[in-house]
């Protein structure tokens, strides 16, 4: 049975229909929230020639308040996962507003994660874990990319973590 859906896992995808980004939040139950506006004096993205800008963007809880607290203090290492992973839908419904089909996204190039954290905490790859997971899981290999996780004494509005990130699009 277990070599059945192995086989499956890989027939599948090669035979079948590739699915849309838009298809795969959908089949995860995932429903884009409206892009966060920017919360001082800048914008969401800048766009130069094929690559997109993204400012830092923080994570939402499922009461749209923003999930805050310090790694290693007032937060577990799975709820900052969550975190990271709430911030990649924010950044993805960014990508929509931006682009109006997800599909135009050619790779996820360079991902930049800060956390909130104590002083001792050093878990801040899988903390970041949630966003590039997400990322991989709604553009396939286009969501692979380069990442940076680091630690923040403070970020604002005390959120749990903040990512920016650049991506490369089809003309």
Avoid: W
């Avoid at 577990?76 to 929509?96: F, H, M």
């Amino acid at each position: 049975m277990k070599h059945l859906l192995i086989f499956i896992a890989f027939i599948i995808p090669v035979f079948g229909k590739a699915q849309s980004p838009e298809e795969k939040l959908m089949q995860m139950g995932i429903t884009l929230p409206a892009a966060p506006n920017p919360a001082a004096n800048y914008v969401n993205v800048v766009r130069t020639g094929n690559l997109l800008y993204l400012a830092g963007k923080g994570p939402n809880g499922p009461d749209g308040k923003y999930i805050t607290g310090k790694l290693g203090q007032d937060l577990t290492i799975e709820q900052g996962y969550e975190a990271a992973k709430s911030v990649a839908v924010n950044q993805i419904a960014v990508l929509k507003t931006e682009l109006g089909d997800l599909s135009k996204v050619k790779r996820i190039i360079k991902v930049n994660g800060m956390i909130n954290t104590t002083p001792d905490f050093t878990d801040h790859s899988k903390v970041m874990n949630g966003f590039s997971d997400m990322m991989v899981a709604v553009f396939g290999e286009k969501g692979k990319h380069a990442r940076s996780s680091v630690g923040m004494c403070s970020l604002p509005f005390n959120i749990a973590v903040e990512v920016e990130l650049i991506v490369e699009v089809e003309d």
